[in-house]
């Protein structure tokens, strides 16, 4: 199984994390299922950048990003060009590494600023 190694986050995950991982499973799926409650406003369906990461180590490894994942990206706070929406990212054999970025654009959750 590939270990997932998430970066320390103030809010989400302040020690970081280091997880085993089932391939086949999104990234979003191992960190709800390992209590790194991340964004998901959309339901994981793809249809908002709540749930964006940054994969610093293992990018190659995760299934290519549609086109629709591509253009949803656009969208979000410090695009990177290691940026993955989680809810589409699948595990796969290789070991990664993955941040967490400091902000969202959901405004429910920022307040509505």
């Not at 085993?20 to 409650?37: F, P, Q, R, S, Y």
């Amino acid at each position: 199984m590939p270990q997932i190694v998430f970066l320390p986050h103030a809010k989400l995950c302040p020690d970081g994390a280091v997880v085993e991982a089932e391939a086949g499973k999104t990234l979003c799926d191992v960190m709800l299922e390992n209590d790194i409650h991340i964004e998901h406003a959309c339901e994981k369906s793809c249809a908002c950048t709540t749930c964006h990461v940054l994969v610093r180590e293992g990018i190659n490894s995760l299934n290519e990003a549609s086109e629709t994942e591509e253009d949803l990206l656009d969208k979000a706070w410090g695009l990177e060009a290691v940026s993955r929406l989680s809810c589409q990212a699948v595990v796969a054999d290789e070991d990664l590494v993955v941040e967490i970025p400091k902000y969202t654009i959901n405004h429910a959750s920022e307040g509505g600023h």
